[in-house]
C-alpha cells in the first residue's frame, strides 16, 4: 500500500511533466509563429524595395498577426498574460519588451530571473 507522501510525490511528478510538455508546447509554437510573422513583413518590406512599389499591406497585416500569436505563446512560456502578445502589432518594436521580460513560475507564480530553470520555491519549471 502507498503512503500519503508516495501518492502526492507521484502526483507532483506527473504535474511536473505537464507542465514542462505545456512549456516546450508554448516555445516551439511560438517560435514558429513569431519566425513567420517577421518572415512575411520582411518579406513584403523588402518587395517594395526592390521593385519600387508601396508595400504589400496584406502580407505585412498577415505577418503582424502572426508575430502577435507567436508572442501570445512566447509570454505564457514565460508564465504572463497572453494580452502581451498584444505587442507584436508594434512588430519588431513590441518584441524587444517581451524578450526582456522575466519570466514566472508555471505553478505558483513567482517572478524569477531567466537565468533560473526552476522555481525556488515550490521547484517548478520557470516559464
Do not use: I, Y
Not at 517594395?48 to 503582424?64: E, I, N, R, T
Not at 526582456?100 to 513560475?105: E, F, G, M, N, S
Amino acid at each position: 500500500m502507498q503512503s500519503a507522501h508516495a501518492f502526492t510525490t507521484a502526483a507532483s511528478g506527473r504535474s511536473e511533466k505537464l507542465l514542462s510538455a505545456r512549456l516546450q508546447r508554448h516555445r516551439r509554437a511560438g517560435a514558429a509563429l513569431v519566425g513567420m510573422g517577421l518572415l512575411l513583413q520582411g518579406a513584403s518590406l523588402s518587395v517594395s524595395m526592390v521593385l519600387g512599389v508601396a508595400p504589400d499591406a496584406a502580407l505585412f497585416v498577415v505577418g503582424g498577426g502572426l508575430l502577435s500569436a507567436g508572442m501570445s505563446h512566447n509570454a505564457q512560456a514565460r508564465g504572463r498574460s497572453r494580452a502581451w502578445g498584444l505587442l507584436g502589432l508594434l512588430s519588431v518594436v513590441g518584441f524587444v519588451p517581451l524578450v526582456l521580460l522575466a519570466t514566472r513560475c508555471l505553478r505558483c507564480g513567482r517572478p524569477g530571473p531567466a537565468w533560473e530553470a526552476v522555481c525556488a520555491d515550490c521547484a517548478a519549471p520557470l516559464g
